[in-house]
């Protein structure tokens, strides 16, 4: 009888299945190897024996049983766990691949099937020219399935009997893209292969912008980048995975239907009508740049005096069971806080309040056509955020306090050559939601527009207005945008989207340490909202710059995250696996570190040490 070392220098049979190139029948070889082999060694030996006069360089090594590549050729088999059992594949590592773009378009590409996801998306976005492929990833469409029987209540079932439930408002909407995101089309994960996760070559998967913090969109160098992400934006909206106003619904549907008309004109698609940006503008955009790598604030206080706002405003406090009105007080912004006092004689002394505004969130609470110019500020505090709301009389006031709310949010005041530029954005915004015609304004002529209204809508507002009404509508709001150019409109549109007070969270469901019920997380590009499933209503936000740390217990898959101040929360993912939960996290953190004098170079390492967690 052989002894265990006698045994491991025996040599024994490994079968590789070769797969050429696509189209051509594929081989298999037996191979007589020891466990010492390295697999570069393997490789060699294996082409050797092909004979086949073709370039072998883009093969590599795929063991089905364990889905994973044996991409490290200094490796030997034993190292590997290779065995006689072990069914290799010897077979190509870019493969075809349909992607299906946010316009719905579907492009057939040879994609990496071994590197990394986030390599791959990199390697798919150079290839159609979007500059920042950090802020995209693939989506994997769900097997087809025949129809569960009732008896089945697995998750797939509750999704059909939710989506059946007789619910509106905020919560039902939550929920719904709580369930369509993780039972439906599923993120791919980051730090593995495709091949690893189940995609083979012609396989049809969805590319998607996952993050949504959109990094240095520029009109210039970023065409595909603004189409895709105003398609992706349509979609969101008429497919209503986003709350919209009536009056903002209308707002969108005129500036699709210009973009529309736009892009079937035969004018030239190209830059050359687009305005060329301020050269005062641009020179004093690079001096803030310049100033804020060193102690921007102070430098400005010693050049400059900073401006300062006062005004009558309303203020209201949202407690639980209780329904204050609104109050009014003196309001005056200086820096990047705002004291309010009783009145403007009391000013000179001690405020009611101060707000500080560095670090927070300022959510838009207005309906042009009602007069409702208001704000809803999220205060950072030890336990999360503190709801504020303002009320403002006008556009004109609206305006000049949102400016200056989202300047200090960032730690800027209204010193910042950007605040008056900031100003004429608000006020061009609100311009653009105003649904009401110039006063003189014939009647639009509905038998003008060459479309079917309702595809500008979503089923909601179809069902309301008859399709002349509806057509009056657009028309009526088309007034406000007709002038602009097709980068232009296709620009406003990603602008309002990220105005929308729900743009870019992510619902999941989960359970936090210590409670008995299933809640909603919304994951953000800044904050963590708790949100009660039944109501809709935020309990709790979380941002992630307060965050100090955060782990994954892999084992009962518990995410805990510490903030400053010593909170520190914990919670298991029900409707996901916590790795999606950990990525989004990490993700956005990442995305936090991108500067502009990084050349669009990526640090890959730290995006996976913040995201790639562990199996």
């Known amino acids: 009888m052989a002894t265990a070392a006698e045994h491991g220098h025996n040599s024994w049979e490994l079968s590789i299945q070769v797969d050429q190139r696509e189209g051509d029948e594929g081989m298999k070889f037996k191979l007589r190897v020891k466990g010492d082999l390295h697999i570069g060694g393997l490789m060699l030996k294996l082409v050797e024996k092909i004979k086949a006069p073709q370039d072998w360089s883009d093969h590599a090594i795929w063991w089905e049983k364990r889905s994973c590549w044996l991409l490290k050729t200094h490796w030997t088999l034993d190292k590997y766990g290779v065995q ?57 469409l769900p097997d087809d399935q025949k129809k569960k029987k009732k008896k089945d209540k697995g998750p797939e079932s509750a999704f059909d009997e939710i989506l059946n439930m007789d619910m509106a408002g905020v919560a039902f909407r939550s929920l719904r893209c709580a369930l369509t995101e993780t039972l439906l089309c599923r993120w791919l994960d980051s730090s593995r292969s495709l091949m690893e996760q189940g995609i083979q070559e012609n396989d049809r998967i969805l590319l998607r912008f996952k993050y949504h913090c959109f990094f240095d969109l520029n009109p210039k160098y970023d065409a595909v980048r603004i189409t895709q992400l105003y398609e992706q934006a349509r979609w969101t909206r008429l497919l209503e995975e986003i709350e919209c106003t009536e009056e903002e619904m209308l707002m969108f549907a005129s500036l699709q239907y210009h973009i529309c008309k736009l892009t079937l004109s035969t004018e030239p698609l190209t830059n050359s009508n687009e305005p060329e940006i301020d050269e005062v503008e641009a020179a004093l955009s690079n001096l803030e740049s310049t100033l804020e790598g060193r102690n921007a604030d102070k430098i400005l206080e010693d050049i400059t005096d900073i401006p300062k706002l006062e005004d009558t405003l309303k203020l209201f406090r949202p407690k639980r069971l209780t329904l204050k009105p609104y109050k009014e007080y003196w309001f005056v912004f200086r820096d990047t806080t705002i004291s309010y006092y009783k009145s403007k004689e009391s000013a000179n002394k001690e405020p009611i309040e101060q707000l500080h505004l560095r670090g927070c969130e300022v959510i838009p609470d207005v309906n042009v056509t009602e007069k409702k110019f208001g704000l809803k500020l999220l205060l950072p505090a030890a336990d999360g955020m503190n709801e504020v709301y303002i009320r403002c009389d006008n556009e004109t006031q609206y305006a000049k306090w949102k400016a200056a709310c989202i300047l200090a949010s960032k730690g800027k005041t209204m010193a910042y050559s950007s605040y008056r530029t900031e100003v004429k954005n608000i006020q061009s915004f609100l311009q653009m939601k105003s649904l009401a015609p110039p006063p ?79 809640e909603l997380l919304g994951i953000s590009y800044n904050r963590l909202i708790r949100i009660d499933m039944s109501t809709g209503l935020p309990v709790t936000t979380w941002r992630f710059s307060n965050i100090k740390q955060w782990n994954v217990n892999w084992e009962i898959k518990q995410v805990t995250i510490e903030f400053d101040q010593s909170v520190s929360i914990a919670f298991s993912c029900q409707s996901c696996d916590c790795k999606v939960v950990h990525e989004y996290i990490g993700g956005y953190i990442f995305l936090s570190t991108r500067s502009k004098d990084q050349n669009e170079t990526l640090d890959e390492e730290l995006f996976h040490k913040l995201t790639g967690g562990q199996d």
């Open 440 to 518: 003189g304004q014939a009647a639009p002529d509905v038998e003008s527009m060459e479309m079917n209204a309702e595809c500008f809508v979503s089923p909601r507002y179809a069902k309301k207005y008859k399709t002349k009404q509806l057509t009056t509508r657009i028309l009526e709001a088309l007034h406000n945008i007709s002038q602009l150019s097709l980068m232009e409109a296709k620009m406003r549109f990603i602008q309002a989207w990220q105005s929308l007070p729900e743009f870019g969270i992510k619902y999941y469901i989960v359970r936090f340490r210590g409670s008995k019920k299933d």
């Open 84 to 140: 006689a059992d072990a069914d290799l594949r010897y077979t190509p590592q870019h493969k075809a691949l349909c992607i299906q773009l946010p316009n719905m378009k579907t492009i057939r590409l040879p994609v990496s099937f071994s590197c990394v996801v986030f390599k791959a998306v990199a390697e798919i976005c150079k290839a159609l020219n979007i500059r920042r492929s950090e802020e995209l990833s693939l989506l994997k």
